[in-house]
């Protein structure tokens, strides 16, 4: 095992949304600061790699800063693609995205997450408008639970509407943050 690495929180610099963890070591932080473009250590490989080198999706760096023991770092990035090798954006993706994007890869067509996506965004966003409406009735008249599991149908399928258009969630995410007032 390569001495000395340090965690590197990689962060996208306009969302500040956290992307993925990856370890440096003294050769992979000497790379990432003469390219501009994020590389690793690996540790189950034992070597150097750089981000995208296989999928395409590299990281242009930013800002790079150390904490205040220079154990670890986070590393602000201009990201050319999803961070995560499942498509999402971010390594931490919700566990439901996450067993969406799973679902979709498996191509099994036995599974109701592929036969939606199969089916296309009007159907997806017509099974949205269906789910919203029994969200309404069940806040209106219904039981807290029963008002819980319509808000879960909702969810889910807004989340195929979503992947069906080939958009991630965290643009939903990234929306708000745009709408927050100081």
């Known amino acids: 095992m390569s001495e000395n690495l340090r965690a590197a929180i990689i962060q996208d610099d306009v969302t500040s949304q956290i992307l993925m ?10 790379l990432t600061k003469s390219t501009g473009l994020v590389h690793f250590f690996s540790r189950s490989r034992q ?26 770092l986070v590393v602000r990035v201009s ?28 191509g099994d067509e036995s599974s109701y997450v592929v036969r939606q996506l199969n089916a296309g965004v009007g159907a997806n966003a017509q099974k949205v408008g ?7 009735v069940a806040a209106l008249s219904e039981s807290d639970e029963r008002l819980v599991s319509e808000a ?8 195929l509407t979503l992947r069906a258009r080939g958009l991630d969630p965290a643009a939903i995410e990234n929306e708000l943050r745009a709408r927050v007032k100081d």
């Open 130 to 136: 269906e789910e919203a409406t029994e969200v309404v």
């Open 152 to 159: 879960a149908d909702l969810w889910f399928h807004l989340l």
């Open 79 to 106: 990201a050319d693609g999803p961070a995560c090798h499942d498509g999402s954006t971010s390594c931490f993706t919700p566990w439901l995205w996450r067993r969406i994007l799973q679902r979709e890869q498996a």
């Open 21 to 30: 963890l990856g370890w440096m070591d003294e050769e992979a932080l000497a």
């Open 47 to 72: 070597t150097l790699w750089k981000k995208g080198e296989t999928s395409g999706n590299t990281m242009h760096v930013i800002e790079i800063i150390a904490d205040c023991d220079d154990d670890a």
